[in-house]
């Protein structure tokens, strides 16, 4: 079935560029989303890109898709100590039509040390 | 905006106890899910649900079940609580639409602990 893997831990430093890697098998993904996760708080949807983009900006996040290596990456310009938390990249899965069903990474535990 | 409310930030109940979650969403979706979420696992689905008193199982169904008598609200039931139930749980709602932009809206968890 299909599979979404991120590695589970990055530490920066302020001020610093964040990149943040993800990769899935379903190469009929429509949109592939990140979200982040503040400690004891739940999902917050940060950014979404469409599969006929390459790339999408929006203030300090970049996401870039590259549809052939079914590979998805997340930059954090300026990387603050408020942008620690969980990030999760998903994908919709294919087969499940119009049931919303998501396919998560592992999260990616991202530390920004002062 | 939409929101996802959770009835429990915090929920401590005892071993054999039947436990409810509660789950509301006020922008009118059709799909909800039900997930837990452990460190080292990441989001394990429990159930889901695309439409009102239909219902499906997600990957880790078994000491579950769930109810969805009205399209905005999602209970999530332990039948019999056990210790391997402690867990974070998160309720998420979506729209429908094949292939559409349809991102799941989460609330904000419910900390589970079963003494």
């Known amino acids: 079935g299909e599979d979404v893997e991120q590695s589970l831990f990055l530490s920066v430093r302020e001020g610093d560029s964040s990149v943040i890697n993800c990769t899935y098998t379903d190469s009929s993904s429509t949109y592939l989303y990140w979200y982040k996760q503040e400690p004891g708080a739940g999902l917050q949807l940060l950014t979404y890109?469409?599969?006929?983009?390459d790339m999408k900006q929006d203030q300090r996040l970049t996401v870039l898709l590259n549809k052939k290596d079914k590979h998805l990456s997340l930059r954090i310009a300026d990387t603050q100590t408020g942008d620690s938390a969980i990030y999760f990249c998903a994908e919709k899965e294919a087969l499940q039509g119009n049931t919303g069903k998501l396919i998560f990474g592992q999260g990616t535990t991202l530390q920004v040390k002062p | 905006d939409v929101k996802v409310t959770q009835s429990s930030r915090y929920l401590v109940k005892r071993t054999g106890e039947k436990v409810f979650l509660e789950c509301v969403q006020d922008?009118?979706?059709?799909?909800m899910f039900w997930y837990r979420q452990d460190p080292g696992l990441g989001l394990r689905l429990i159930y889901f649900?695309?439409?009102?008193?239909?219902?499906e199982k997600g990957d880790i169904p078994e000491g579950y079940s769930v109810s969805r008598e009205k399209k905005e609200r999602f209970s999530l039931i332990l039948e019999s609580a056990s210790t391997n139930q402690t867990s974070m749980y998160l309720c998420?709602?979506?729209?429908?639409?094949?292939?559409?932009?349809?991102?799941?809206?989460f609330g904000d968890g419910t900390r589970l602990s079963i003494l």
């Open positions: 998420a709602s979506s729209r429908p639409g094949q292939g559409a932009y349809q991102p799941q809206h």
């Open positions: 922008m009118d979706h059709e799909n």
């Open positions: 890109i469409f599969s006929n983009m």
């Open positions: 649900s695309y439409d009102v008193k239909m219902k």
